[in-house]
C-alpha cells in the first residue's frame, strides 16, 4: 500500500460534461461466455459512436493483452481482474465517455465492488456516475452450442480448468438494470432495448 499521497483536486466532472457536451457512465454487461456480451456492446457502441456520444468498449480478451496480462483465471486473478477493469471504466466515465465493459464478470461480489465504486464517485458537488448492469442471459446449452471460439468443447475434454459454466461458478445478477435474451432477441433489438432504457434515463438525448 502506497504512503504520502494526497488526491489533488482538478476540474469538476460537471465543467468537463458540460465542455464535452455529454455525460459518462458505465454499461457493464455480464453473462456466459458466447452469451453474446462481446456482439451487443460492439454493436451498441457503434450505434452510440453514430450518435456522436463519445463511446468506448473494454472487453475481456482484449485487455488480458495489456493492462491484466499478469492475471490468470483463479478466483483471486479474477477478482483482480475485474477490479481493474472497474476502476477503468470509472475513470473514461469520468471523463465524459459512455464506457462499455464485456467481461464474464461471474462472481457477484466483483460486480457489486465495481458498482460502488461507481456510486462512491460523487465529490466535489458531482453526481455519482451511473452504472448500468445488463445481464446477458442464455440458458447455458445454447452459449455452448454456439461456442464461436471452441472454449466449451475445451472444457468439457478437461483442457480448460475453472471454465464458467461447466467447472466454475455464474452467479447471476439479481438486480440487473437490464436483462437482455440474445437467444430471443436480435443484436439490433438487443441494441434497441439498452437504448430505450437509456433514453428513459435521460442517457441520451432522445431527438438525437
Ligand atoms: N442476438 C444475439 N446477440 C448476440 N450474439 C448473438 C446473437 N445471436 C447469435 N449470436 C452469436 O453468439 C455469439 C456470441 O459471442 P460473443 O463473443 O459476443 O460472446 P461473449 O459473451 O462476448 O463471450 P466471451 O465471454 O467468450 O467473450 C456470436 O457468435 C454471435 O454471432
Ligand atoms: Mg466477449
Redesign the pocket.
Known amino acids: 500500500m502506497a504512503t504520502n499521497i494526497t488526491w489533488h483536486d482538478g476540474l469538476t466532472r460537471r465543467e468537463r460534461n458540460e465542455a464535452r457536451g455529454q455525460k459518462g457512465y458505465t454499461i457493464w454487461f455480464t453473462?456466459?461466455?458466447?452469451?453474446?456480451?462481446?456482439?451487443?456492446a460492439t454493436a451498441l457502441e457503434q450505434h452510440l459512436l453514430h450518435l456522436g456520444v463519445a463511446a468506448y468498449r473494454l472487453?475481456?480478451?482484449n485487455v488480458r493483452f495489456g493492462l491484466n496480462k499478469d492475471l490468470g483465471f483463479s478466483e483471486k486473478d479474477r477478482n483482480e481482474n475485474i477490479r481493474r477493469i472497474a476502476e477503468v471504466a470509472k475513470l473514461f466515465a469520468d471523463s465524459s465517455t459512455v464506457a462499455l465493459t464485456?467481461?464474464?464478470s461471474p462472481y457477484r461480489a466483483d460486480r457489486e465492488l465495481a458498482r460502488e465504486l461507481h456510486a462512491k464517485s460523487g465529490q466535489n458537488g458531482d453526481d455519482a456516475l451511473e452504472f448500468i448492469e445488463v445481464y446477458?442471459d442464455i440458458p447455458i446449452e445454447v452459449a455452448e452450442q454456439?461456442d464461436?471460439?471452441g472454449?466449451y468443447k475445451k472444457a468439457r475434454a478437461g483442457e480448460i480448468k475453472e471454465f464458467t459454466g461447466i467447472s466454475a461458478p455464474y452467479e447471476a445478477p439479481e438486480k440487473p438494470e437490464i436483462t437482455i435474451k440474445?437467444?430471443e432477441?436480435?443484436?439490433e433489438?438487443?441494441v434497441a432495448q439498452i437504448v430505450t432504457y437509456l433514453q428513459g434515463k435521460g442517457l441520451l438525448a432522445a431527438s438525437k
Open positions: 453473462g456466459l461466455s458466447a452469451s453474446g456480451k462481446s456482439t451487443v472487453d475481456g480478451d464485456s467481461f464474464i446477458v454456439r464461436p471460439k472454449l440474445t437467444h432477441s436480435s443484436v433489438e438487443c
